[in-house]
Structures are given as structure tokens and as C-alpha cells.
């Protein structure tokens, strides 16, 4: 069973950028299917984006592309978000979390494993 540990979050000012870590351990990574959610304050935890086992497929959804990219690096068992020309509505508790799958899931409930959250705040 993969463990998942999320780091690099923090307190940003508008414009400003972040790289989002999440690294696994206890499985074999390349095996899995990675995705990046985000939960705000009193809102559901929504689909941010989320990348392929090898790499060949990485998507985001409609109200970050341009600004979020997902990546990968299977040698090193983490995936990455990097976040650029932050708003004050991306703040949230941003968690990875992967599925054994060749696919590329994007809904809540087909992620069985989930890291703990890094918090990302951006002042106005």
C-alpha cells in the first residue's frame, strides 16, 4: 500500500507561484495513476488535475489551465503541482492521491489512497 506525503505549500501573495510535492513510499509508483485535488473552507474537495502512471498523459481542469502544470518523476517517486500566478480562490488544502490504473481518474471516489493536505493560502 502506497504512502503519500504532500509538502511545499504555504502563504503566497496574488501573482506569486509554489511548487507542490508529493512523495510516495511502500508501493511500486510507476504503477499508479497520480491526482491533485484541492478543498476549500466549507466547499468540496474538487479535481485540480492529475497525470498518468508513465508520465504521457497530465491534465488539469478548465479553471487552472495556464497556470497549474502537473509532473512527474517516477525515479524519484514523486509527482509534482507546480502552481504559478496565484489567486486569493486557489486557497486551499491541496492533497495528492493515486490509483493503480492505467487510466487517468478524475473523480474523488476512484482515489483510494490520499496523502495529508499542504495548505496553500494566497493573500490579496
Known amino acids: 500500500q502506497v504512502q503519500l506525503v504532500e509538502s511545499g505549500g504555504g502563504l503566497v501573495q496574488t501573482g506569486g507561484s509554489l511548487r507542490l510535492s508529493c512523495a510516495a513510499s511502500?508501493?511500486?509508483?510507476?504503477?499508479?495513476?497520480m491526482g491533485w485535488f484541492r478543498q476549500a473552507p466549507g466547499k468540496e474537495r474538487e479535481f485540480v488535475g492529475g497525470?498518468?502512471?508513465?508520465?504521457?498523459?497530465?491534465y488539469v481542469t478548465d479553471s487552472v489551465k495556464g497556470r497549474f502544470t502537473i509532473s512527474r518523476d517516477n525515479a524519484r517517486n514523486t509527482v509534482y503541482l507546480q502552481v504559478n500566478s496565484l489567486k486569493p480562490e486557489d486557497t486551499a488544502v491541496y492533497y495528492c492521491?493515486?490509483?493503480?490504473?492505467?487510466?487517468?481518474?478524475?473523480?474523488?471516489?476512484?482515489?483510494?489512497?490520499w496523502g495529508q493536505g499542504t495548505q496553500v493560502t494566497v493573500s490579496s
Open positions: 497525470i498518468s502512471r508513465n508520465g504521457g498523459l497530465a
Open positions: 511502500g508501493g511500486t509508483f510507476d504503477r499508479y495513476a
Open positions: 492521491a493515486a490509483r493503480i490504473t492505467a487510466a487517468l481518474p478524475t473523480k474523488r471516489d476512484e482515489y483510494p489512497y
